[in-house]
Every structure is written in structure tokens, then in C-alpha cells.
């Protein structure tokens, strides 16, 4: 069971249901609140199992659907309006119960003992009528397991005060949940009670039977799902206890096997059924997101067969924080929800097949200027019918280090077309870009940026197989992920420390490289078409998601770029495969974790920026007609200064960033820096003296550019190089407004870095400047104490590989 901070739970029969924050702040537009597991977040709502009608009775069978919104600041502006929505499509799909049970309210778990203050009565009660008023059941969640003493007669007085406050508001339905809290009892509670399920269980038949004995009373165990079972779900003296005493009216919440189920079937439901001498009311976690902060589930409501009604007493569906994620999730729950109360639940259906039916029929009741692009593409590998696909359409419409000084010149950037040139204008604040000490130079033209519309058809199916189900890729993420697998095993056959060239196996991995690398620009493509979309509520919910996927894509790219080059010394020293669990992400996780670099979480996580931009980027490796303009009497001067000794002695190293526009970013590696010191001291060094040689009549500018390479520059000593053996330098012109590229920049060189055995890297940066020192810091650089440097004034900052 997860549960949710800054968010109300709401149930839904059949359905959804959202969580709505009772005077609680809201947070940045682009973020959403931490979260942590429970199920006491959420609770479902609820549909009666034995009526076949669209909203069928409630009563003590149940199908209950939960909904959870995060909490933006959005969310703080159109609360109520999003909150009348909720109720409305929970009205329209069949549903007919919201749970209230949000961490963000300190009284409905922190502070559980503590009652409402008038102003937050009028809050709650206002939730509890509007919900009425459309026929919805309220239920009301509290969670005083951390603390509660169970023998204690004050604590169990506190608890029905705090009930008895909630059901003079109106409210007629409760829940007391149990989830995620230790199984020891204090020495009072020892004495009292022969076990910790014989505890729970008296003060919450106590309570049940205070409160009037309601048809609707819901009992979260500590031991919730099988896997938290002990010694297994038949024979746990817990649940044993809690089936023997527990009175018959009250419904016990099971989320399954796991606390997420990949499937759900009557004969999974059989043990603990019995142990609960009840039908269990399923929590489902399907499409639940708030235990990782990378990942959101757009895909249909499936592995739940709709047999499976008629062994349960009710279905909560634990929904993504995001209100504007869940319309997929929904429509299929609610269509799963009419096919088990039709003839369609004929037993010839089989799973599979009903999850389709589901995923096709799901309704398209959505008001008009709210539907989301998620809510009419009802699956990467589901038809639509003519209606759905207008829909799709409309349903979008909703809504300092010194370095280079880089020219630019007006090119997109593409797998075929990787050039890179000259740009004019300012766009952004410099103080939120990455490290940056260049000037921007006048190019030829802007391309234009486009403006807000709806996500297409064909988007929207993308968008849904990227982010489909917890333990299910869609197709195009599949093929994502396979194709890097793939690349990555087999770089041997373009590589030129490689045996034997094969050109057929060649040939085979160029294509397959130009296919990944065509993904890799439609993830981009379609990043820039979500920060354009028009239904903003939209944008802001699942930017972090796209935003986060689109940098990891550009990093995975520009790897693959660079493994075509042939630089790398083999597919046996690409990194190492780490434990699946320490790799949280979903699809951009899974593409982390293929890199050499992906183990370096702090590399990849980061929060996204304020103010989203469909700018494209590309990251590649360095061309040599990737030149700048400079000053008119050495035109080589800035490049051979800073950049020219690591293009010709360490070139497979060097990577450009460039936009719409141009090159806008540079990064420069050395794999070995004590041997690519000794080559710049033989021989590049000579070469540059000869060439800025200085003249007897020459001017001060002259005079200047040949003392530039008259001095010379210290060893590195051997106690830095044994443990950072490589070097870098990175430079980003300061107009850039994502300053997440240059952090994409840098980690695609240190992955090519990583790849060819380096296990850390070290950069000099001036102590004066601190945009780039505090950049460097966020990305696990640390200062590194040293008796020298090439630049005597600099600091050296290093991090392992």
C-alpha cells in the first residue's frame, strides 16, 4: 500500500477519486510533495457488486475505486473546481465513494488525537456535502497506529471524539487503518492483550459499534498484502485473529501477493479469503506512484479479471498523485467495473481478452476543455475507434571555467545533420544556467519555437507506452530499451580495439544504432509538444516525467553516437549490471542503468526547471567542422587555447551541445591525463610557440597571444592522478534556458569516460567562480587538496567514476 504526503485519498466505485488538501499549503508549480509508503493515504471508492445496473447500490458488497491528485500550486488556485470535476466524472463512471486520508492533514495521522478547528469543519464538511449531492458515498480514513495505546481508555476515547466530530459533519462512512507501522506493543498493551491483532482488533470493533455500526467500516491490517505474511497468508496468527474476531461487518483491505500486484485472480484471493472468513476489499496499487518520485503510470486498468468480482468485496484503485495522469487508469477501471456487472462477464472471455474489451470501451465522458491526451489513447497496443481517435486530437487541446567562445549558426539538430553554428539574441537568466564564461555571437536566424496545440493521436500513443504500467513497457519503450541492450553488447563490431571486422554485423549496427538514435529524437520531439500543449494542468503534472525522460534519452544517445566512432575498447568493460532494486526511474532508470555511468544516481536526478522550454537539444560527439569565429588577427587563438590540444591529441573525448540553433555548449575529456601531459609538453606546446611566435613589430594583441604558450605549466602530481586519472573541462554559452543540457552534457562524457575504464575525473576551476563551482558540487564533485595546480589560483574538484 503506498500513501501519499500533501494529498487526500478519494474512492471512487469503479473509479477515481482525488485527493484534495485540507489548509495545507501547496508547493512549486513543477514538483509535487515527497512521498512515502502506506495505504492510509488513499481510500477507494465503492460500488455495490450485486446490482447490475451502471451505479449500482451500496451496501455491504462493495467495488471500491480510490483517486489520488497531488498537491500543486495550481491545484491551490481551481481546488474547487478540480474537486467538482472529480465528483462529476466519479458521477459519470459508475462511481460511487471518496476516501479522505491525506498525510499533508497532520490530524489524520501525525496528530490524529487532535479535532478540527471550525475553519477546517467548513472545509471538510463542504467535501462531504458536494460529494453527497451527486450521490457519492465520503469516507473518512484516520491512522493513529504509530502511537496509539490500545489498553489505554483516554487514547480510545480521543479516537471516537475525533470520529464522532467527522460524522457530525455528515460523514456516514469510516476507516481505521493499520498499514506500515511496527508490530510491537508497549508493556501496557502487553498486559492487557494477548497479541498485537487481538489489540487492533478490540479497539476497532469498539469503534465500529460507537459509530452506529455503519454499512460502510473499513480495516487496514498491518499485514496487508502476502508478502508481508508470517509464516504465509494461510497460516499468519495475525490474520487468523483478525478473521476469528474481527465483527462481519467491518471490510479488511488486501492489496494482493505484493504490495503491487502484477495480477489479481480469485485463486491469489483464495487463502486469504479464508483466513478473513470475509471476501478481502482489494487495495490496488497498479497505477499507484508516489513511492518514486521518476515514474507515472498512464496505461489501462488489466490483469484483473472481471470474474474476479464475485470474490471480493470491493476494488480501491490506488491512482498516480497526478489528477491529469489518471484519466486512462480510470476509464478502463470503470469499464472493467460495467463488464462484470453485464453478460459480458460470460466465463468464454478470458483475461486478456477482457483487458482489451476494457482498454477499447473505456468511456469518453470527459468535459469539455478538461480531457487529457492520456484519457483518449487507451493504449500503445489498442485500436481505437473513429470517436476515440477525435477524441485523442481533442482531448490534448485542453486544456565559469574558461573555455571556448562558440559560434553558431542556424541548424537543427538531427541523427543525420550533426552540424553546429552561429546564434544571436538573449534568452534566459544566466544565474540559472550551468557553468558558462562565453559570449553568444550573431548568427543567421531563429527557428521557430511553434505554438501551444494539442498532442496528436500518434504522440499520445507514445506518451502511453513510455509511461505504461509498473511491470509492463509499451512497445516503443520495449524497443527503446532493447535496442540500447543490444548496441551496448555489441559494440565490438564498430569498434577499433575490436577483432575482425564483419560487415554485415556492421551494417546491422548502424541501422539499429540509427533506429535508437531516431527514438532518442522523437522522446525529444515529443517533450517539446507536452510543454506546448494547451491544457497547462496537463503540462504541469507530467513535465517532470518528460523533462526527466528527454535528458536521459539525450545522454543515451549521445553514448550510442559515440560507440559508433569506434572509440571504445570493448563491450566487456561498459560498466558492471547492478541489483535491479537500486535503480528506480522506470524507463528512464532502465536506460540509466545500461549506461557505465548509471550507477551515479546524482547524475540523473534532479528537479526539474521552473519554467519548461520546448527548445531542442542535441548531444554528440565533437566534428572538426564544428569551428568558431574569434579575433581577426588569430582566428585559431581561442580554440587552440582552450580546446585545440584535446581535439588533437584526445579528440574521441570531446562532446558538443547544440539546439535549434547551434553549438550552445562544449565538453572536453582525457582519458589519461599524465600521458596526455607529457604529449602537450612534446609536441603541442613546440607547435604553438612556433605558431603565435613573437613578432619584433608586432602589436599588443600579438604579444599577448604568443605569451599565452611561453609559460610553462606544472605536472599533476601522482597523488591526485592515482585516484582521477582523467580530466575535464566544460563551457555553455550563458543564454542556455535548461540548464539541465549541460548537466546531460557532462554526464555523456563521463560515460564515455566510464566506458574506457576510467574510475575518476578531475576539473580546475577559479575560486571566484561560483556558478560553475556550486554546478560541479551538485553533481558529486568535491574540492580535492593538492600542492599544485597547472593554474596555480585554481581549485581542483574530482568525484569517482
Known amino acids: 500500500m503506498w500513501r501519499r504526503s500533501g494529498l487526500d485519498l478519494v474512492l ?50 462493495l467495488l471500491c475505486v480510490c483517486v489520488c491528485v497531488c498537491v500543486c500550486v495550481y491545484m491551490c488556485v481551481f481546488v474547487v473546481h478540480t474537486q467538482i470535476l472529480l465528483y462529476t466524472l466519479m458521477e459519470k463512471w459508475g462511481l460511487n465513494t471518496y476516501l479522505y486520508g491525506p498525510k499533508d492533514d497532520l490530524k489524520h495521522r501525525l496528530l490524529w488525537r487532535e479535532v478540527y478547528s471550525h475553519e477546517e469543519e467548513a472545509q471538510l464538511k463542504a467535501l462531504v456535502s458536494e460529494a453527497e449531492s451527486r450521490g457519492l458515498r465520503f469516507v473518512y480514513a484516520l491512522s493513529p497506529g504509530q502511537d496509539i495505546v490500545f489498553s489505554s481508555s483516554c487514547d480510545v476515547t480521543l479516537l471516537k471524539r475525533k470520529l464522532r466530530q467527522v460524522a457530525d459533519l455528515g460523514c456516514k462512512a469510516f476507516a481505521v487503518l493499520f498499514d506500515d507501522i511496527d508490530h510491537s506493543l508497549c508493556q501496557a498493551d502487553r498486559d492487557a492483550f494477548s497479541s498485537f491483532a487481538h489489540a487492533q482488533v478490540s479497539v476497532v470493533n469498539e469503534i465500529f459499534r460507537f459509530l452506529g455500526e455503519p454499512s460502510v467500516f473499513l480495516f487496514c491490517p498491518t499485514e496487508y498484502c502476502g508478502s508481508l505474511c508470517s509464516p504465509s497468508v494461510a497460516k499468519s496468527p495475525y490474520l487468523l485473529t483478525v478473521g476469528e474476531d474481527l465483527l462481519p461487518g467491518i471490510s479488511v483491505i488486501w492489496t494482493g501477493s505484493k504490495v503491487i500486484s502484477r495480477e489479481l485472480s480469485a485463486e491469489s484471493l483464495a487463502d486469504v479469503r479464508a483466513a478473513l472468513q470475509r471476501p478481502p476489499l482489494v487495495w490496488d496499487n497498479l497505477h499507484a506512484n508516489d513511492y518514486d518520485s ?39 477501471l470503470g469499464a472493467w467495473f460495467r463488464l462484470g456487472s453485464s453478460g459480458a462477464r460470460s466465463k468464454s472471455r478470458n483475461s486478456e481478452g477482457a483487458d482489451n474489451h476494457c482498454a477499447r470501451k473505456a468511456p469518453a465522458e470527459v468535459p469539455p476543455g478538461r480531457r487529457s491526451p492520456s484519457g483518449a489513447s487507451l493504449g500503445p497496443n489498442l485500436n481505437l475507434q473513429k470517436e476515440e481517435r477525435e477524441q485523442a486530437t481533442d482531448a490534448a487541446s485542453r486544456g565559469k571555467e574558461g ?47 511553434g505554438g501551444k496545440g494539442p498532442l496528436s493521436e500518434q504522440e499520445v500513443r507514445l506518451l502511453v507506452g513510455l509511461y505504461f504500467l509498473p511491470h509492463e513497457h509499451g ?75 528527454r535528458n536521459t534519452a539525450l545522454v543515451a544517445k549521445a553514448f550510442v553516437t559515440w560507440l559508433g566512432c569506434g572509440t571504445t575498447a570493448g563491450a566487456d568493460v561498459l560498466g558492471v549490471e547492478s541489483e535491479p532494486w537500486v535503480f528506480k526511474g ?32 542535441n548531444i554528440r560527439p565533437f566534428q572538426n567542422r564544428d569551428k568558431c569565429d574569434s579575433a581577426v588577427s588569430h582566428p585559431d587563438l581561442i580554440g587552440d587555447r582552450y580546446v585545440g590540444a584535446s581535439l588533437a591529441l584526445c579528440p574521441e573525448y570531446s562532446f558538443v551541445l547544440e539546439d535549434e540553433l547551434g553549438v550552445c555548449g562544449c565538453a572536453l575529456g582525457v582519458l589519461d591525463a599524465r600521458s596526455f601531459a607529457k604529449r602537450y609538453q612534446a609536441s603541442w606546446l613546440p ?14 594583441a600579438s604579444q599577448e597571444a604568443a605569451q599565452l604558450f611561453q609559460d610553462e605549466l606544472s605536472d599533476y602530481p601522482d597523488s591526485l592522478l592515482y585516484h582521477f586519472p582523467s580530466r575535464l573541462c566544460l563551457d555553455a554559452l550563458p543564454e542556455l534556458v535548461d540548464c539541465s543540457v549541460t548537466r546531460s552534457l557532462l554526464t555523456a562524457l563521463l560515460t564515455a569516460l566510464k566506458a574506457n575504464g576510467s574510475q575518476g575525473v578531475f576539473c580546475e576551476v577559479l575560486p571566484t567562480d561560483h556558478p560553475r563551482l556550486e554546478f560541479l558540487a551538485k553533481l558529486g564533485f568535491l574540492e580535492i587538496p593538492r600542492g599544485e595546480t597547472r593554474l596555480r589560483e585554481a581549485l581542483v574538484l574530482g568525484r569517482l567514476l
Open 294 to 332: 521518476r515514474r507515472v503510470f498512464l496505461g489501462p486498468f488489466k490483469g484483473r479479471p472481471p470474474g474476479l468480482r464475485a470474490h471480493i468485496r470491493g476494488l480501491l484503485l490506488n491512482p498516480n498523485c497526478e489528477f491529469e495522469a489518471n484519466y486512462i487508469p480510470l476509464h478502463t
Open 12 to 61: 471512487l466505485s469503479g473509479g477515481s477519486g482525488v485527493q484534495v488538501p485540507l489548509g495545507v499549503p501547496c508547493d512549486g508549480l513543477a514538483s509535487r510533495p515527497g512521498c512515502v509508503p502506506s495505504p492510509s493515504s488513499v481510500l477507494p471508492c465503492v460500488a455495490g457488486l450485486g446490482s447490475s445496473s451502471p451505479r449500482p447500490r451500496m451496501g455491504p458488497a
Open 475 to 549: 512497445p516503443a519503450a520495449r524497443r527503446l530499451l532493447k535496442d540500447l541492450t543490444w548496441l551496448k553488447s555489441n559494440s565490438h563490431y564498430v569498434s577499433v580495439n575490436g577483432k575482425k571486422s564483419q560487415p554485415h554485423k556492421v551494417e546491422e549496427w548502424r541501422l539499429r544504432a540509427s533506429s535508437f538514435q531516431a527514438a532518442c529524437e522523437e522522446i525529444a520531439r515529443l517533450h517539446g509538444s507536452v510543454v506546448n500543449s494547451v491544457n497547462r494542468a496537463f503540462l504541469y503534472d507530467l513535465y517532470p516525467y518528460v523533462w526527466d525522460l
Open 403 to 449: 573555455g571556448p567562445k562558440v559560434g553558431r549558426q542556424g541548424k537543427t539538430p538531427s541523427v543525420e545533420d550533426d552540424g553546429g553554428r552561429g546564434r544571436e539574441g538573449k534568452e534566459g537568466d544566466r544565474e540559472r544556467n550551468g557553468p558558462s564564461g562565453s559570449a553568444r555571437v550573431k548568427g543567421q536566424g531563429r527557428a521557430p519555437c
Open 586 to 617: 522506470g524507463l528512464s532508470g532502465e536506460v540509466q542503468m545500461l549506461l557505465p555511468i548509471g550507477a551515479n544516481g546524482e547524475l540523473f536526478s534532479h528537479p526539474p526547471p521552473l519554467f519548461p522550454t520546448s527548445r531542442l537539444y
Open 687 to 700: 607547435a604553438m610557440r612556433d605558431k603565435y611566435r613573437p613578432r619584433a613589430h608586432g602589436g599588443a
